[in-house]
T-cell receptor, first 113, second 112 residues
Framework: GNSVTQMEGPVTLSEEAFLTINCTYTATGYPSLFWYVQYPGEGLQLLLKATKADDKGSNKGFEATYRKETTSFHLEKGSVQVSDSAVYFCALTTPQGAQKLVFGQGTRLTINP | DTAVSQTPKYLVTQMGNDKSIKCEQNLGHDTMYWYKQDSKKFLKIMFSYNNKELIINETVPNRFSPKSPDKAHLNLHINSLELGDSAVYFC???????????FGQGTRLTVV
């Protein structure tokens, strides 16, 4: 079946550090890939997405590239801020199962000033 | 102007009670969902409706019954609540075949 695996958290960084959160997937067909972010006490917000191989999604300084050869969609940011502290979820949908998102387990990120 | 709104935001109730959570979306989407987030933040789909028709029911106990009176609403009714039902429940909507979903702010259910 379809699944998403994220790096274990929690991740703690200092402000202005470089961030990478790893995400790999298993899917039949050609999935669309997403990163969602959940700030404390809030719902999930779409951060970025990519719908085909080699696409790069970007938003708010975050980037992720759809790598079909390594089945990965790692999230990166060059210089994190305290306000980036949140839980980050990698997720996918497939054309066969486009009616639902399959999520990774989430990675809690804390940025210290 | 909230795109996906669900009520209540917090719900504390005793074991054995019956409760409902309501969800409405004003995005014109044709597909709505209920997701459950456990204490470890893991998110799993429970139900999906497309144009008021149930299309996903992921091994959820029969005590959980979704109802979609129209495309813009998807409510969740839970009978005979158990301690293990304590979680955050998220409603979401999307346009079918697009994949990107918009989420409500969540309902934190606590069963005591």
């Amino acid at each position: 079946g379809n699944s998403v695996t994220q790096m274990e958290g929690p991740v703690t960084l200092s402000e202005e550090a470089f961030l990478t959160i790893n995400c790999t997937y298993t899917a039949t067909g050609y999935p669309s890939l997403f990163w969602y972010v959940q700030y404390p006490g809030e719902g999930l917000q779409l951060l970025l997405k990519a719908t085909k191989a080699d696409d790069k999604g970007s938003n708010k300084g975050f980037e992720a590239t759809y790598r079909k050869e390594t089945t990965s969609f790692h999230l990166e940011k060059g210089s994190v801020q305290v306000s980036d502290s949140a839980v980050y979820f990698c997720a996918l949908t497939t054309p066969q199962g486009a009616q639902k998102l399959v999520f990774g387990q989430g990675t809690r990120l804390t940025i210290n000033p | 102007d909230t795109a996906v709104s669900q009520t209540p935001k917090y719900l504390v109730t005793q074991m054995g009670n019956d409760k409902s959570i309501k969800c409405e979306q004003n995005l014109g989407h044709d597909t709505m969902y209920w997701y459950k987030q456990d204490s470890k933040k893991f998110l799993k789909i429970m139900f999906s409706y497309n144009n008021k028709e149930l299309i996903i029911n992921e091994t959820v106990p029969n005590r959980f019954s979704p109802k979609s009176p129209d495309k813009a609403h998807l409510n969740l009714h839970i009978n005979s609540l158990e301690l293990g039902d304590s979680a955050v429940y998220f409603c979401a909507s999307s346009q079918a075949q697009v994949g990107e979903a918009f989420f409500g702010q969540g309902t934190r259910l606590t069963v005591v």
